[in-house]
């Protein structure tokens, strides 16, 4: 299996693990978690409808660790130019809602940066002759 396959699953496996631990911190965060029980956090309703979108936007990495094993070079590096852009896109957008926490901007450079970089090394590997 191709090295580029390999280390863009496993920055995929990292992100996921952040987006998932920073999550798991806020619900230890008493006024994060008194918000999350009363259904209303920073304003922004937690209901069926922005649940079910919440979880189609993290299933996007959690897909990715499997596609950037099993696709072709191409559909790889597009499947992860799109999923990288989406997911960087998506976490700067939550830095305007409400005030960010420490913990939260702390995971959120971690998780943009990550993001950012999935996309640069499959433009790269794009770029690159050959099926590497």
Do not use: H
Not at 4 to 33: A, H, P, R
Not at 73 to 95: D, E, Q
């Amino acid at each position: 299996m191709s090295q580029k396959k390999e280390v863009l699953s496993i920055l995929w496996i990292f992100v996921t693990l952040n987006y998932l631990y920073c999550d798991l911190i806020g619900l230890m965060d008493s006024s994060q978690l008194n918000q999350y029980l009363a259904g209303n956090v920073e304003g922004l309703a937690i209901n069926e409808s922005f649940l079910f979108y919440a979880s189609l936007l993290m299933e996007i990495p959690i897909a990715m660790v499997l596609l950037s094993k099993l696709l072709n070079k191409k559909v790889n590096c597009w499947a992860n130019i799109f999923a990288g852009g989406v997911k960087t896109l998506a976490m700067i957008a939550t830095l305007f809602v409400g005030d960010a926490t420490a913990y939260y901007l702390f995971f959120a450079v971690i998780e943009i940066a990550t993001t950012t970089f999935i996309v640069a090394y499959a433009i790269r590997w794009l770029r690159l002759k050959g099926d590497y």
